[in-house]
């Protein structure tokens, strides 16, 4: 009989630990490195709903923002790996970060990559107020008045800076970086004009650009924007560095690989939702099919990359963020 109890028990357990990511009616928390408002923001609170239609459960943001996500990746590097807390973020978090900060306060394999939720399609905009209207104007302004043209960033190492600095390296020109505490801060200062130039995803581009507020210059990626076809790319420009925006939805390491199977599962048919085509839509979002163990494989591929390119900038780990 004791045999029989223990079995039974250890049964439980192993059920419980392949249950989905809380018990239904459970609480899940989506910690989000980025203040409120912005591009991963708007994805965790759209994706929870869609969750918590699947699940039963109630998915809460939790907005960490500061010194260039580690704030909140700390946060969730260090949580309970029970299926009830996970991470979305982009790809600064875990590709960038590691190569510039000397004292990363985590470490980015504590992280398993659990499902891609799409890949950024950003356009590089200045305000019309500014007098430049194309990318060759921002660079020849950058290089007749170095240092004066201002260009917004999420911190250091940061896509947008990233961008920033391989453009100064290979159009010999000074672009002044101006660090934000992320997308919409950062949109709120391009729009302001505190600054001259900066990074917006071209789906919360829109409504500036039909207003005339704010005018895009070029396209990051290798392919042209359906909306603004005579809009360059930076690889057409000679300036693309072959680093992707991407979203990804992350876990603690250590938890069960039965919940982060059962993770990707569901976010895979949240994907599928009409309120998640209709904010990919918007957002100008692609989505990017992957298995959970190829998405896993795609961020360690990403980091090296990136690797890479922080070499040639010659940007080594030194810098703290705050």
């Given at each position: ?9 250890a049964?439980?357990?192993a059920?419980?630990a ?8 459970g609480?899940v ?31 809460i943001?939790e907005n960490?923002?500061g ?6 990746m700390r ?9 009830r ?6 790809a600064d ?11 990363l306060?985590?470490?980015?394999e504590?992280?398993i990559?659990?499902?891609h939720?799409?890949s950024?399609?950003?356009l590089?905009?200045?305000n ?36 920033r ?23 709120q200062a391009l729009?302001a004009?505190?600054?001259q ?22 396209v ?6 359906a909306?603004?076809?005579?809009v360059p790319?930076?690889?057409?420009l ?12 992350y876990a ?15 976010v895979?048919?949240?994907l ?5 085509k ?5 957002y100008?979002?692609?989505r990017?099919?992957?298995?959970q ?5 795609f961020i ?23």
């Amino acid at each position: 009989m004791q045999f029989f109890r223990s079995t039974v028990a250890a049964l439980m357990l192993a059920l419980a630990a392949a249950a989905p990511a809380a018990a239904q009616g459970g609480i899940v928390r989506f910690i989000v490195p980025s203040p409120a408002g912005g591009l991963s923001d708007g994805l965790a609170r759209t994706l929870g709903a869609q969750l918590k239609g699947l699940t039963g459960d109630t998915y809460i943001v939790e907005n960490k923002a500061g010194a260039s996500t580690t704030i909140g990746m700390r946060e969730c590097g260090l949580a309970k790996p029970d299926g009830r807390t996970f991470c979305i973020t982009l790809a600064d978090s875990l590709s960038y970060n590691p190569h510039v900060f000397a004292k990363l306060t985590y470490d980015p394999e504590q992280f398993i990559g659990v499902a891609h939720l799409g890949s950024g399609n950003a356009l590089i905009l200045v305000n019309t107020s500014s007098g430049l209207s194309t990318y060759k104007e921002l660079l020849a302004a950058a290089r007749q008045k170095p240092g004066a043209v201002f260009w917004a960033t999420f911190g250091d190492a940061s896509l947008p800076d990233v961008i920033r600095r391989w453009t100064n390296l290979k159009a010999g020109v000074e672009i002044a970086g101006v660090p934000y505490k992320g997308f919409a801060p950062s949109q709120q200062a391009l729009l302001a004009g505190e600054v001259q130039a900066g990074l917006v995803g071209i789906g919360a581009s829109k409504a500036f650009v039909a207003s005339g507020v704010l005018k895009p210059v070029a396209v990051v990626g290798k392919s042209r924007a359906a909306l603004y076809p005579s809009v360059p790319t930076l690889s057409e420009l000679g300036l693309d560095m072959g680093l992707p925006s991407y979203f990804g939805l992350y876990a603690p390491r250590g938890t069960p690989p039965a919940v982060v199977a059962r993770m990707h599962e569901l976010v895979q048919k949240s994907l599928q939702s009409d309120a998640m085509k209709q904010f990919f839509q918007t957002y100008t979002l692609d989505r990017v099919e992957m298995t959970q163990p190829q998405f896993d494989q795609f961020i360690r591929a990403d980091r090296m990359r990136a690797a890479e390119v922080f070499k040639t900038l010659g940007i080594t780990p030194g810098v703290i963020p705050d």
